[in-house]
Nanobody, 121 residues
Framework: QVQLVESGGGLVQAGDSLRLSCAASGRTFSSYAMAWFRQAPGKEREFVAAVSGSALRQFYADSVKGRFTISRDNVRNTVYLQMNSLQSEDTAVYYC??????????????WGQGTQVTVSS
């Protein structure tokens, strides 16, 4: 069982940066791929970024490639999402997830409660 708690969301202006954190419980953190998804109002939840258990591989949605960076600290059991050059289209609730290294929602077994990111233009 893995419990995930996100933090770091907030209200920022277009062009600003924000770093999200997701703290995980449990002693098997490094055995899980970790990912960030997001869900905007009226839209389906979508993949943002994922990182392998070893942190050697990362994957990104085309919409965030070059602006967002996912990383993890397997000592602190934490995964991060550094978001730069934020745009209004990035406004959404951001969710942390643990599971297999895929881009589909059903690959992830554990989810956090979400953290709101709002970008004003």
């Amino acid at each position: 069982q893995v419990q995930l708690v996100e933090s770091g969301g907030g209200l920022v202006q277009a062009g600003d940066s924000l770093r999200l954190s997701c703290a995980a419980s449990g002693r098997t953190f490094s055995s899980y791929a970790m990912a960030w998804f997001r869900q905007a109002p009226g839209k389906e939840r979508e993949f943002v970024a994922a990182v392998s258990g070893s942190a050697l591989r990362q994957f990104y949605a085309d919409s965030v490639k070059g602006r967002f960076t996912i990383s993890r600290d397997n000592v602190r059991n934490t995964v991060y999402l550094q978001m730069n050059s934020l745009q209004s289209e990035d406004t959404a609730v951001y969710y942390c997830a643990a599971g297999r290294l895929l881009v589909t929602i059903n690959a992830y077994d554990y989810w956090g409660q979400g953290t709101q990111v709002t970008v004003s233009s």
